[in-house]
């Protein structure tokens, strides 16, 4: 079992930056790849990004690729979101997710546990 709690979410200008964390709980989290989702208003959860248990991996979204940069620190338990250049299409909720694997032919990528999420404002 993974808890998972976002931070650092906000209002900001395009172009602006902001930076995400996300505090993990619980044995496992060092073990688990992490994920970063989005939703936005009226649309279905989208992929951001992932990064493998040791940070070996990283995986992007096309739109994001670039301009977010994914991070962890696993003595912290904790997986940050950098986001540059924002538009105001990345307006969105931000959710952080764990897992045991990462298989972007699921639905979920392979994400078991979830965060509440938080908001991001980005206005033009």
């Known amino acids: 079992q993974v808890q998972l709690v976002e931070s650092g979410g906000g209002l900001v200008q395009a172009g602006g930056s902001l930076k995400l964390s996300c505090a993990g709980s619980g044995r496992a989290f060092s073990n688990c790849y992490m994920g970063w989702f989005r939703q936005a208003p009226g649309k279905e959860r989208e992929f951001v990004g992932a990064i493998s248990p040791a940070a070996g991996r990283i995986y992007y979204a096309g739109s994001v690729k670039g301009r977010f940069t994914i991070s962890r620190d696993n003595a912290k338990s904790t997986v940050i979101l950098q986001m540059n250049s924002l538009r105001p299409e990345d307006t969105a909720v931000y959710y952080c997710?764990?897992?045991?694997?990462?298989?972007?032919?699921?639905?979920?990528?392979?994400?078991?546990?979830w965060g509440k999420g938080t908001l991001v404002t980005v206005s033009s």
């Open positions: 997710a764990a897992g045991g694997t990462y298989d972007s032919t699921r639905y979920n990528y392979g994400m078991d546990f």
